[in-house]
């Protein structure tokens, strides 16, 4: 079991950064593969980035591509999420997520965080 804590959400403008954390603990945490997804109102739950435990690859929506990077600090067993050039279209709650596998954690991840709301305005 692993659980997932995410924080540094909140309200920004367009075009500001902004970065999340997510603390995860529980068995194996570390080695797992983590990622971010998010869910704007009215619409699906969207990916938006996941890196491997040894942060040797990292993949991204092609929404957010070139705007936002993920990294991970396995001796804090944090991964974080660093959002430059904000648009009004990524105001969402974003979830913190962990999968035992590469494409578990793009697809279909095992574990979640409660999520925390970003939102940007125009």
């Known amino acids: 079991q692993v659980q997932l804590v995410e924080s540094g959400g909140g309200l920004v403008q367009a075009g500001d950064s902004l970065r999340l954390s997510c603390a995860a603990s529980?068995?194996?945490?570390?080695?797992?593969?983590m990622g971010w997804f998010r869910q704007a109102p009215g619409k699906e739950r969207e990916f938006v980035a996941a890196?491997?435990?040894?942060?040797?690859?990292?993949y991204y929506g092609d929404s957010v591509k070139g705007r936002f990077t993920i990294s991970r600090d396995n001796a804090k067993i944090t991964v974080y999420l660093q959002m430059n050039s904000l648009k009004p279209e990524d105001t969402a709650v974003y979830y913190c997520?962990?999968?035992?596998?590469?494409?578990?954690?793009?697809?279909?991840?095992?574990?979640w965080g409660q999520g925390t709301q970003v939102t940007v305005s125009s």
């Open positions: 997520v962990a999968d035992k596998s590469w494409l578990g954690v793009r697809s279909g991840p095992d574990y």
């Open positions: 890196i491997t435990w040894s942060s040797a690859i990292t």
């Open positions: 529980g068995r194996a945490a570390s080695s797992n593969p």
